[in-house]
Antibody
Framework: EVQLVESGGDLVQPGGSLRLSCATSGFPFSVYWMTWVRQAPGRGLEWVGNINQDGGQTYYMDSVRGRFTISRDNAKSSLYLQMNSLRAEDTALYYC????????????WGQGTLVTVSS | DIQMTQSPSSVSASVGDRVTITCRASQYISTVLGWYQQKPGEAPRLLIYDASNLQPGVPSRFSGSGSGTDFTLTISSLQAEDSATYYCEQANSFPYTFGQGTKLEIK
């Protein structure tokens, strides 16, 4: 069974940092692109960024580029999101997702971890 | 960035109805479009990929069509369990982007 379990969400002050993790199992992690998607309370889905199989390629949405970094550890089947210089508008439920084998679309999702940025 | 615009923002329909949701891209995206369903308190679920391919396990009453800039998601015979918010997503160019969502309610 494919499982993705996010952790690391917390209440953090504006300007602070946080590292999210996504532990996976049930599929060959190292052969899949992986993605982070967020959803602010009561709002729609927002694509944050993704990473290729060996971690050599990463892409980000404009508002997080330069502040967020996606990485992965294939030996641990884990995905990470390092978030720096956090802003109130980063408050959201953060999902990690597994791309389809052919890439591009998100065929498996975790349940999310909540990040709240507030003083 | 490519903007994705869904319409309507919300729709109410009866069990057995045919429901269509549209998604328009601000520029050409070929058929690199997906549709997701999200129920309250749950993670999204992929329904359709590459505009018209049904994800395994998704009921056949769901279908997708379109190419270029205009796309549709159709539910041929609405069921009570289809009450959810539906999102389109373009994956033609980075950054990928979602539509704002369409909330589907059952009358």
């Amino acid at each position: 069974e494919v499982q993705l379990v996010e952790s690391g969400g917390d209440l953090v002050q504006p300007g602070g940092s946080l590292r999210l993790s996504c532990a996976t199992s049930g599929f060959p992690f190292s052969v899949y692109w992986m993605t982070w998607v967020r959803q602010a309370p009561g709002r729609g889905l927002e694509w944050v960024g993704n990473i290729n199989q060996d971690g050599g390629q990463t892409y980000y949405m404009d508002s997080v580029r330069g502040r967020f970094t996606i990485s992965r550890d294939n030996a641990k089947s884990s995905l990470y999101l390092q978030m720096n210089s956090l802003r109130a508008e980063d408050t959201a439920l953060y999902y990690c997702a597994k791309d389809l084998p052919t890439g591009w679309f998100l065929g498996g999702w975790g349940q999310g971890t909540l990040v709240t940025v507030s003083s | 960035d490519i903007q994705m615009t869904q319409s309507p923002s919300s729709v109410s329909a009866s069990v057995g109805d045919r429901v269509t949701i549209t998604c328009r891209a601000s520029q050409y995206i070929s058929t690199v479009l997906g549709w997701y369903q999200q129920k309250p308190g749950e993670a999204p679920r992929l329904l359709i990929y590459d505009a018209s391919n049904l994800q395994p396990g998704v009921p056949s009453r769901f279908s997708g069509s379109g190419s270029g800039t205009d796309f549709t998601l159709t539910i041929s015979s609405l069921q009570a369990e289809d009450s959810a918010t539906y999102y389109c997503e373009q994956a033609n160019s980075f950054p990928y982007t979602f539509g704002q969502g369409t909330k589907l309610e059952i009358k």
